[in-house]
C-alpha cells in the first residue's frame, strides 16, 4: 500500500524550529512528507533540513521544477495538508485564498483535510482579523488548532504558542484515520468535556481518590478537535500532555470541577462528563497534618455530599439543545445499573463501562456500551479509548440542535 502523502507547509515564525520534530514523526510513523516552506520560514529554518528530514526536495516558490507543475500536483495529490507553524499572515491568505508562492498554492488545489496549528503572539492571535480568518477557514472545513497557553518569544507569555509538536501530530494521524470524505462534523461547535479523577483533601498531605487516568477523557478531546470542535478540557489531577487545541482548565476537587463545568457550559453544545468524580468529601479539612496519638484508635473520617455535576447541567441545561453525557463506571449488573442511571441523572448518552482492578483504569482499551434516553443502544467493541471516543460522537454530532 502506497504510504500516506503528507503536505508539512511551514510559515516563518519561530516555532518552524519545533515543525521539525512533527515531520520526524509523521515520516517515522509511515507517511510521505513534502515539506513546503514559506520564503520566511527558511529564515527560521533551512531548506537543507526540510529536504534531509523529508527525503524530498522542499521548494518555496513555484518557479522551481515548473514542467512538474508541482504548484497545482503537490496539493492534488496530498492526503493531508498540516500546515505547522501558521502564522497570522498565512492564516489571512489561506482565508482569502491569496496564492503568491508554492504553499498557498497548494492550499487552493488540495481537497483533502487541511489541519492548521497557528502559532503567534496573543495580540495578534486576538486580533478580530485574524478571529475572522480562523472562522472563515473552519467554516469552510479546515481543523484550525487552538494555540496552546504560555511563554511565547521574548519575555511575554498568553495564548500563541505551537502545541507540542507530538499532539499535533496526533490531531494529523485522526483526521488521516477519518479519511477524505469524514466532514469535520463538530466544526463550529463547543464541547466541554470533564476528565481525570477528583481528589477531596483530608489535610494538607492526604487525599480521598480514585484510580482514574483521565486518558478516556483525553482521547475525547483529542478525537474532538480532529473533528473540528473547540474543546474545553476541565482536568482533575492527571499526568497527561495537554491535548493540541484544547483549552484546558486544570482542577482539584469536585467543587471545583463543578464550577469550572457550569462556567464553560454556558456557551457549550455539549458536555461529556468522563471525569471519575468523587460522590463525598471530608466533612472537615484538617489545616494540619493529622498525626497519630499514642495509645489512641483513629477517629472516624465523616463524609460529606459531593454535588452531582451531571445530574445538576443535565437538570439545569444553560442552553436549550444542550446535549449532555455521562460515563458510568460499574462492577456489577453493568446494563441494569446503567439504565436507572441514566434516567437518574437526566443525561442524553450514558457510555456504561465494566471497570475492576485490572479493567479499563489506566488503560489504553475500553469496552463499553452506549445508551441513550431515546431508546439507543450501542455496543463498542473491545478497542482503543480513542475509537470509543471518536464512536461517541458519532451518535453525539447527529443529535446537536
Ligand atoms: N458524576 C458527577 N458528579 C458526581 C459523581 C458523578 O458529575 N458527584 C458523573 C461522572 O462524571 C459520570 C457519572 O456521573 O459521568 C456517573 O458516575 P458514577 O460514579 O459511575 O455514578 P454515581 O452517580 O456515583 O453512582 P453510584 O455511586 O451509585 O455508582
Not at 197 to 203: V, Y
Not at 362 to 380: F, H, K, M, P, R
Amino acid at each position: 500500500m502506497d504510504k500516506p502523502k503528507v503536505v508539512l507547509g511551514v510559515s516563518g515564525g519561530i516555532a518552524a524550529y519545533k515543525a521539525c520534530e512533527l515531520l520526524r514523526r509523521l515520516t517515522e510513523s509511515g507517511h510521505d512528507v513534502r515539506v513546503v516552506p514559506t520564503a520566511s520560514a527558511l529564515h527560521f529554518v533551512g531548506e537543507a533540513t526540510w529536504s534531509a528530514l523529508s527525503g524530498h526536495p522542499a521548494a518555496t516558490e513555484v518557479w522551481e521544477t515548473v514542467h512538474e507543475v508541482p504548484h497545482v500536483r503537490i496539493g492534488q495529490a496530498a492526503d493531508l495538508v498540516v500546515v505547522a507553524p501558521a502564522t497570522a499572515d498565512m492564516l489571512a491568505k489561506a482565508a482569502h485564498g491569496l496564492a503568491d508562492d508554492l504553499l498557498t498554492n497548494t492550499l487552493l488545489t488540495a481537497r483533502c483535510p487541511v489541519v492548521f496549528a497557528p502559532a503567534m503572539h496573543t495580540e495578534m492571535w486576538e486580533h478580530p482579523a485574524t478571529q475572522e480568518n480562523v472562522a472563515t477557514l473552519r467554516r469552510r472545513g479546515a481543523v484550525v488548532i487552538e494555540p496552546a497557553v504560555g511563554r511565547l518569544t521574548g519575555v511575554d507569555t498568553g495564548k500563541g504558542r505551537l502545541p507540542d509538536p507530538e499532539e499535533i501530530f496526533e490531531v494529523c494521524r485522526r483526521v488521516l484515520a477519518r479519511g477524505p470524505q469524514s466532514g469535520r462534523d463538530l466544526a463550529g461547535r463547543h464541547v466541554v468535556i470533564s476528565a481525570g479523577g477528583t481528589r477531596e483533601p483530608l489535610d494538607p498531605v492526604r487525599f480521598l481518590g480514585n484510580r482514574s487516568s483521565g486518558k478516556q477523557g483525553y482521547a475525547l478531546a483529542r478525537t474532538a478537535v480532529a473533528r473540528g470542535a473547540r474543546v474545553t478540557l476541565v482536568s482533575a489531577n492527571t499526568a497527561l500532555p495537554d491535548p493540541a487545541g484544547a483549552d484546558v482548565v486544570r482542577v482539584g476537587t469536585a467543587v471545583q470541577m463543578r464550577e469550572a463545568v457550569l462556567k464553560a457550559a454556558a456557551d457549550a453544545d455539549a458536555v461529556v462528563m468522563a471525569a471519575a468524580v468523587a460522590d463525598f468529601r471530608p466533612a472537615e479539612y484538617a489545616s494540619g497534618k493529622i498525626k497519630k496519638k499514642d495509645g489512641q484508635e483513629p477517629a472516624p473520617v465523616a463524609l460529606v455530599r459531593n454535588p452531582d455535576i451531571l445530574a445538576e447541567v443535565s437538570a439545569d441545561r444553560a442552553r436549550p439543545g444542550l446535549l449532555v453525557v455521562g460515563f458510568a463506571a460499574e462492577t456489577d449488573d453493568v446494563l441494569a445499573n446503567g439504565r436507572a442511571k441514566l434516567r437518574r441523572k437526566g443525561c442524553d448518552l450514558l457510555v456504561v463501562n465494566e471497570v475492576g482492578e485490572t479493567k479499563t483504569f489506566g488503560s489504553e482499551e475500553n469496552e463499553a456500551v452506549i445508551l441513550g434516553s431515546d431508546g439507543a443502544e450501542v455496543s463498542v467493541p473491545h478497542g482503543p479509548k480513542e475509537d470509543l471516543a471518536d464512536l461517541l460522537w458519532d451518535l453525539v454530532a447527529p443529535r446537536l440542535a
